[in-house]
């Protein structure tokens, strides 16, 4: 998958329009004409680990682009003005129909998300969270179909994403 980057696709300043939008020297962009600078930060997402009373992993597979298909955790981007325990509980309601108990951070991990001919620099956080009701379980929204897999089940292979891969990893591990 070819990067796009920001630095690399834009040249016209958003601020006074010029043709002099140019990488800095850190990670910003900055008008040659207005001065006007843009920072490029990482996109911050949640990455969820639900677990069933068997101790078994909820997986999700992705309905669309990037990685369509792809094994996946439930969650998503953080919304502007956002907390991330908001967006864990939207995201699980929203691709499972299912209400968070608690959520816990355990770790998180870098992604490059490519989409709309765009790399996003993407912050996957990582939290283990309890569900106590599982009897309204039904994809929607982005997810395809989703399973519990017990963790000596979980083909890794099968996970789009290399930083969901590992959050999945460091979650058996700890
Ligand atoms: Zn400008």
Redesign the pocket.
Known sequence: MNDFFPSEKWRY?P??G?D??RPGDANYMK?E??G?KFYINASAAVACIVVNAQKEILLTRRKFEPAKGMLDLPGGFVNADETAEEAVRREIMEELNLRVDAARYFGSSTNRYHYGNMTYFTLDMGFECTVSDFSRLSAADDVASCAFFAPCKVDFAQIGFPSIRALVRRYMQR
Do not use: G, K, N, P
Request: glycine share 0%.
């Open positions: 300043c601020y006074c010029a002099a939008f008008c004409v207005c006007e």
